[in-house]
């Protein structure tokens, strides 16, 4: 039998590789763990969800989610009557923009022609009491009856009539004022 395994050399031979060896054991983690802070520490990293510790993230966050989007009235204040045009597109132009179930569309003079032959009171009591498919106040019993007319004056001078601008009369305001307390 051989002797072969029972010889035991190490890679080790000389005091010389002894001590490099041990030095290359305390020195390469040294070295290894002094540029990984380097690394960590050189440049400032901003890690997930820093952004989220500004004031402006921290306000919007803590905002009420109703202020979102929306305008509140005051209920106990007097009303503020809106223009014809804003009237006609928070209501009117949902048919009348695309001429749904038969109303006249926005502009067009053939069309509102014949309706504007009729006369201005004519126009209103049909706006303010609703004719055919369309419903009452367009469908808005919150609006005032100036609300309507001047809606009515918007659509119709647009389709080539020469109405007047209704007035709001005192006694309908302090009416308004009235209904509101």
Known sequence: MSDAHDEHESAIKT??????????????????????VQFVSNDKKVGA???ALTPEAIASRIA???????TFKDASGPKQLQSG?????????????SGAAG???FGDAAAWGPRIAQGYD??????LGGLRAMPAKGGNPDLDDVEVARAVVHMANAGGAKFKEPE???AAAASAEASAK
């Not at 045009?85 to 923009?97: Q, T, W």
């Not at 004519?122 to 706006?127: F, G, I, M, R």
Request: aromatic fraction near 6%; include cysteine; glycine fraction near 6%.
């Open 15 to 36: 005091p010389k590789q002894l001590i490099v060896a041990v030095l290359a054991g305390f020195l390469v983690p040294i070295i290894a763990i002094v540029l990984l």
């Open 49 to 51: 969800g820093s952004a």
């Open 64 to 70: 009420p989610v109703a202020d979102e989007g929306f």
């Open 103 to 105: 109303s006249p569309k």
């Open 122 to 127: 004519t126009l209103l009591a049909h706006a």
């Open 168 to 170: 709001v009369k005192p």
């Open 85 to 97: 045009e804003a009237v006609y597109k928070m209501v009117c132009s949902a048919c009348h923009d």
